[in-house]
């Protein structure tokens, strides 16, 4: 990839759910010298920590300023943020850690002329969106933390259009993964619903209904996006290079349920829907990513059936 020809790879946020598995590919693609992973703690026996370097980074201090020459950075996956369901609980650090940390990044990345992947999120939608939601439409989200994701879109344009900083984001769905643990996600159900499945007990209780529909999208579909979209050169990226939209595939919990149900017969599944399904009913069923196929070629590989014959087998 050319964007560590003179330079390394930053990884913020790098113990989460996305940041475990884009490490461990950026690592085996690059060598493991070159991707720097770094969190606001340390789980020492974490492969993050274990087989690359890694540094403690709060995203949120003027670290990161001295961090980016000393450490030679050219790309910045800045994947630090507080996710829907926890953002809700406590808003003012949601709006902190989001917002206020990605002009952090932002501004390193102007002063040392870094590239900058930010990710975005489904929870930009707001119940006005179309349930099949076009990559332009109105962004009235309903969330804090869809809030600061289109602030976090607007702010990486302006960086982009007033001082060149390449900035490059995707409107990621809920991510489905068997390495990492969810952290505080809406679409978290359709990871624990695997966990639960292959427990003793083999019963679950969703907090979302049976016929919630919501984008997904296999951790696999989801590396491949980021990695896909920032290998691509400049002229490639259209007017939405800060929040593409990507779909993978899109389910209600009781399809999920019906498939995983296949490999597990005796599985049970009741449904309890919380404070999430609001949340949930504020977001669009499908995501048009036409202008992503478009731009930079973005192919989904995994569908459905593919993607519980997978989890249930990495998880066991």
Known sequence: MSE???GRILVTGALGQIGTDLVERLREIH?????????????????????????ILDVLSDKILKLVPEENIQTIYHLAAILSANGEVNPELCESINVDGT??????????????????????????????????TALNPTTKYGMTKVDCEIMGMMYWINH??????????????????????????????????LSEGKSYDCFLKADT?????????AIKATISLMDEPLESMSLARCGYNVSGLSFCAEEL?????????????????DVRQNYADSWPDS??????????NWQPSFELEEL????????S
């Open 103 to 136: 002009r952090n990044i932002l501004e390193a990345a102007r002063i040392h002329g870094s590239r900058v992947f930010i990710p975005s999120s489904i929870a930009v939608f707001g119940p006005d969106a179309p349930k099949h939601a076009p990559q332009i």
């Open 31 to 55: 060598g493991s010298e070159m991707v720097v992973a770094s969190d606001i703690r340390e789980i020492p026996d974490h492969p993050c920590v274990l087989n690359g370097p890694f540094l």
């Open 308 to 315: 519980v014959e997978d989890m249930i087998k990495n998880l």
């Open 257 to 273: 349920f019906s498939e995983i149900k296949k490999h597990i017969p005796d599985f049970i599944c009741e449904y309890k829907p």
């Open 213 to 221: 529909k919501l984008p997904m999208m296999y951790m696999e579909d």
């Open 287 to 296: 995501i048009d990513d036409s202008v992503a196929r478009k731009d930079w």
């Open 4 to 6: 560590v020809a003179d």
């Open 164 to 197: 060149g900083v390449d900035v490059r984001g995707i409107r990621y769905p809920g991510i489905i993964s068997w390495k990492s643990q969810v952290s505080g996600g809406t679409t978290d159900y359709a990871v624990d619903i695997f966990h639960a499945a």
